[in-house]
């Protein structure tokens, strides 16, 4: 199964940025629709973002709709997500999702195969 290993969380002043890596181990990376969700303490995990396995279609929660953007680089067995425009009620846990079913979008955590460990991000105003 596919392993995954988040980075590049870290304490940012609102309105400042951060890039989030993931990558991961397996023989089928690129098979994988990707995604992204978060977590803050109390609350349920939610849907952040999510990649198709070639990368060419994406999709967004609406929250973060304009300021963050999902990408991936197969080649690299690697999956980021640039975070601009950061708000204080970004604060979580990010964590980096591959998906069960190579045709179907990961938006919901029930369509989740493969988790990371989570990578914190803390936005301060």
């Known amino acids: 199964q596919v392993q995954l290993v988040e980075s590049g969380g870290g304490l940012v002043q609102a309105g400042g940025s951060l890039r989030l890596s993931c990558v991961a181990s397996g023989r089928t990376f690129s098979m994988h629709p990707m995604g992204w969700f978060r977590q803050a303490p109390g609350k349920e995990r939610e849907f952040v973002a999510a990649i198709s396995r070639s990368g060419d279609s994406t999709s967004y929660a609406d929250s973060v709709k304009g300021r963050f953007t999902i990408s991936r680089d197969n080649a690299k067995n690697s999956l980021y997500l640039q975070m601009n425009s950061l708000k204080p009620e970004d604060t979580a846990v990010y964590y980096c999702?591959?998906?069960?079913?190579?045709?179907?979008?990961?938006?919901?955590?029930?369509?989740?195969?493969?988790w990371g460990q989570g990578t914190q991000v803390t936005v301060s105003s």
């Open positions: 999702a591959g998906g069960k079913n190579p045709f179907v979008v990961v938006s919901h955590i029930q369509r989740v195969g493969s």
